[in-house]
């Protein structure tokens, strides 16, 4: 017997231009149940449309004033007014407030979508933020009106928090994390009553009132053996018309071969690295196409392997795929040499994990074991080749000191990347940070920091004074004193001419609409457009974005 199911991703207001993408996520999930017999319907929340649900006119209208004033104060070097600071906070309340009713007009729509199409579990994606609160809120409702249905809990939030979240509810008969493909086949038995949930790998599920349970971690070692995955408008409905900006993720691997004190991700998808055959990825190419029209994509993988990302390009040339693509590097196995071939199948953009230009930060407070000058090599090849190259920073590190900022900077001044990404250190459950706190001089009471951490919202539209402190701190460095300390570094290197906020997929995008060589006008104008929630300019790049992906040409 089969199943009927819903997955559905609702992430709160869709503020910046990757979260109009499409969910690769959800489409493997569907892929993996349409090819065990199953069906299903994925409800994707991340579209130009609910942009324009979620602000009326009249509210983007006060936006555009508030915006405008705000940015000439910033333009001018001057701090906020109290006037400024007033209309910002009225701004956030309604925004705030709109965005509650848009919650419960959406679970509305879920629990229609439920009666009519009679499913026998819906499974949540669970993001940060609003979209953390917000699914909560709409599986809660789903739950008081549909008894019957399996609700089940999955995606990034859950590999980072994993049983955690039954503090905040108890909505879910269980939370998934890690790889789902098999665990939602193996859920697809426990809603048909065949298999307990003792029985089914990777997830945390409650056993009574307070009990929480975890069943075995499972990796798929082969990946070649997943199924394709699906984006067919039937299953997908938002993939229709130009309601999703059509850059695909393509999973082309998983896991990671390092073990950097910070990073969650060997965590959430394992350590060592598991690829798909070059010939694989080019065929779930031709697939993806097929289904969307685009040969725009951007690797899933946080670290491709050097070979196989050479492979690939040397394949897509010599089939003439003509698509264009952007993805993760990672200086400590990147082969310079292998960047121009790169760049010349189609490769717009690349993000390195840099994180300090000091060897005593990279090696003492994030476990990296790469020289500078290896580092630099890496970064000066990848522009040559004309690629894009974006660089990420967590600044203020632990050991971090007046010498090695000045070290980054340096690093910096010289290199000059393409984009910088500036982070606070943010602590994620089950890193070494986090484990051996005190060896790094983070300081938290584990009780208090982890609920904060969870249902924290980052305010991206929004400057940092409006975001609220996490109970933690660094050495002698409190929550607001690193953010000030990110913002000042930030500060430093736009004063430099040194771009900070364009990352990869958005580089990506800007050489698909028009904008290559201006990434940082089109990443202010998406910060513009989204704070004051401009529905029709969005729109108008989404369509430009499009068509040049469908047409695999800038």
């Known amino acids: 017997m089969s199943t009927r199911s819903i997955l559905i991703s609702y992430a709160g207001y869709p503020y910046t231009f990757n979260s109009l993408m499409p969910d690769n996520g959800l489409a493997n999930l569907a892929g993996a149940l349409l090819s065990a017999g199953h069906e299903t319907l994925i409800l994707d929340y991340g579209t130009v449309e609910n942009v324009r649900r979620m602000v009326p006119k009249e509210v983007s209208c006060e936006a555009k004033s508030t915006f405008l004033s705000l940015a000439r104060k910033m333009e001018a070097g001057e701090e906020l007014g109290e006037e400024q600071m007033l209309s910002l906070s009225k701004l956030e309340r309604t925004l705030a407030d709109l965005g509650n009713r848009h919650v419960a007009k959406v679970a509305e729509e879920i629990c229609e979508e439920i009666e009519r199409f009679e499913p026998h579990f819906v499974g949540f994606k669970l993001w940060n933020g609003d979209g953390f609160s917000g ?11 549909h008894k019957n249905v399996r609700i089940f809990g999955g995606g990034p939030h859950v590999d980072i928090f994993r049983g955690d979240i039954y503090r905040a509810t108890n909505a879910f008969d269980c939370l998934a994390y890690g790889e789902g493909e098999k665990t939602i086949l193996e859920l697809s038995e426990f809603a048909l009553g065949r298999r307990r949930l003792e029985d089914v790998n990777n997830i945390v599920f409650k056993n009574g009132v307070s009990t929480i349970l975890s069943t075995r971690t499972e990796r798929i070692r082969d990946l070649i053996t997943l199924p394709l995955p699906c984006y067919e408008e039937q299953v997908y409905p938002a993939m229709k018309g130009n309601n999703k900006i059509k850059i695909m993720v393509l999973d082309e691997s998983r896991g990671c071969s390092f073990a950097c004190h910070f990073c969650i991700h060997p965590y959430k998808s394992g350590r060592g690295m598991r690829t798909k055959k070059a010939s694989r990825i080019i065929e779930e190419m031709r697939w993806i196409t097929q289904q969307t029209g685009s040969r725009a994509f951007r690797y899933a993988g946080s670290s491709t392997p050097p070979g196989l990302a050479k492979e690939l390009a040397e394949l897509i040339i010599s089939e003439d795929l003509n698509v264009r693509y952007a993805g993760f590097g990672n200086p400590l196995n990147a082969v310079p040499e292998y960047f121009q071939v790169l760049s010349d199948s189609g490769c717009r953009a690349l993000a390195f994990g840099m994180e300090s230009g000091s060897e005593l930060i990279l090696k003492k407070a994030l ?140 580089a990506l995008m800007a050489s698909l609409a028009g904008y290559r060589g201006e990434e940082k006008t089109l990443g202010n104008l998406g910060r513009f457009w989204f704070f004051t929630g401009d529905a029709h300019r969005i729109q108008e790049l989404v369509d430009a974005v499009n068509s040049n992906a469908s047409a695999g040409s800038e």
């Open 135 to 145: 699914s909560i809120k709409i599986a809660q409702k789903v739950r008081a009106k």
């Open 367 to 506: 476990g990296k074991s790469i020289k500078v000058e290896r580092m630099r090599e890496v970064l000066e090849a990848s522009k040559r080749a004309g690629i894009f190259t974006v660089v990420g920073i967590i600044f203020p590190a632990p050991f971090e000191t007046k010498e090695t900022e000045e070290e980054t900077l340096a690093f910096l001044r010289e290199v000059r990347p393409d984009s910088a990404l500036v982070l606070f250190p943010a602590i994620y459950p089950r890193t070494k940070w986090a484990t051996d706190k005190k060896k790094f001089g983070f300081v938290f009471d584990e009780a208090e920091y982890l609920p904060a951490a969870m249902n924290y919202k980052v305010k991206t539209l929004f400057p940092m004074d409006f975001w609220d402190d996490l109970p933690y701190s660094l050495g002698e460095r409190d929550f607001r004193t690193m953010m000030n300390e990110t913002a000042r570094f930030t500060r430093t290197l736009e004063r430099e001419g040194i771009t900070t906020s364009v990352c990869d997929d958005l």
